[in-house]
């Protein structure tokens, strides 16, 4: 339970941070090439889903089960697109964005060591976060939004597989410790 309030903490704390953590506005939202580089060049995707996929396979070792996970969190960011696309624009969805960076980083840091109920409610938990990642693409979106949905899903689909084969070989707590770095740097930059 210690674990769950952690992760909980730290989830509040970053909403409450003054950061623009939103989805790149300047980017084309219109083409399967942009779909294909945003979660590269877009740093807050590319922390959020290398770490996903180390999260994953930190969460359950059976591939099976990995693949899975990787596939719930492309169905939440397909899903928050097209919400984004029907809803428009919320508050808070900048504030979830910034959280989940540093919510994963607490993940990651408990992954190997919680009870299996804390392991699955900080997986589910990530999930519901990337959730908002593909929100904010749908709120922006214009022109051929399909095109860069699908080419996003690829790209993102690539880089939690890298992120879960690059866990294999650093099986330690500290990956936690490099992902909280690497979002920090950035939603101070940012």
């Known amino acids: 339970m210690k674990a769950l309030k952690n992760i909980s903490s730290l989830a509040v704390a970053a909403l409450v941070l003054p950061v623009s953590a939103h989805a790149h506005p300047g980017h084309d939202h219109a083409s399967f090439f942009n779909g294909l580089v945003h979660p590269i060049t877009g740093v807050d995707h590319l922390i959020m889903l290398l770490a996903f996929g180390a999260l994953a396979f930190f969460a359950a070792r059976k591939t099976a089960t990995q693949l899975s996970l ?3 969190a492309l169905v939440a960011m397909v899903t928050g697109t097209i919400a984004g696309l029907n809803i428009g624009a919320i508050s808070g969805i ?15 840091w408990q992954v190997l060591t919680a009870s299996k109920p804390v392991k699955s409610m900080a997986v589910a938990l990530c999930v519901a976060l990337i959730f908002c990642h593909g929100y904010a ?4 979106a ?4 399909w095109l860069f949905a699908v080419a996003m899903a690829i790209s993102a689909s690539a880089l ?6 690059l ?6 707590r500290w990956v ?3 992902v909280a770095s690497a979002s920090l740097v950035y939603l101070l930059v940012a």
């Not at 693409?137 to 922006?140: C, I």
């Not at 939690?160 to 084969?165: A, P, W, Y």
């Not at 866990?167 to 330690?172: K, L, N, Q, T």
């Open 70 to 72: 990787v596939a719930a």
């Open 176 to 178: 936690s410790a490099g």
């Open 160 to 165: 939690m597989l890298l992120g879960n084969r």
């Open 137 to 140: 693409h749908g709120v922006e």
């Open 142 to 145: 214009s022109g051929n939004v």
């Open 167 to 172: 866990a294999a070989f650093a099986s330690s």
């Open 94 to 108: 900048e504030g979830a964005i910034a959280a989940s960076l540093l919510v994963v980083s607490a993940a990651l």
